[in-house]
Nanobody, 121 residues
């Protein structure tokens, strides 16, 4: 059974940092890219970042470039999203998902349940 479990969310002040984790079970990360998404209240879900399983190449939304860093630890079957210089507009539920391909193709299959990130003073 495939499972993705996000953790690490919480409330942080503007300018602060959080590291999200996406623990995967039921399959290996070796053959699937992993993406992070977010959805704020009243807004559509948007892609935040993706990391390839072939060469570790990464992609970021323009809104988070230079502030967020995605990484993976295949030995732990876990993908991370380090979020620095957080802004109130980063407030959302963050989800991870598995790409059907080894590289970031935009076709996602399994999803986690999400973790809430709130940036507020």
């Amino acid at each position: 059974q495939v499972q993705l479990v996000e953790s690490g969310g919480g409330k942080v002040q503007p300018g602060g940092s959080l590291r999200l984790s996406c623990a995967v079970s039921g399959f290996t990360l070796d053959y699937h890219a992993i993406g992070w998404f977010r959805q704020a209240p009243g807004k559509e879900r948007e892609g935040v970042s993706c990391i390839s399983s072939t060469d570790g190449s990464t992609e970021y939304a323009d809104s988070v470039k230079g502030r967020f860093t995605i990484s993976r630890d295949n030995a732990k079957n876990t993908v991370y999203l380090l979020m620095n210089s957080l802004k109130p507009e980063d407030t959302a539920v963050y989800y991870c998902a598995t790409d059907r391909e080894p590289d970031c193709s935009g076709s996602y299959s399994w999803w986690g349940q999400g973790t809430q990130v709130t940036v507020s003073s």
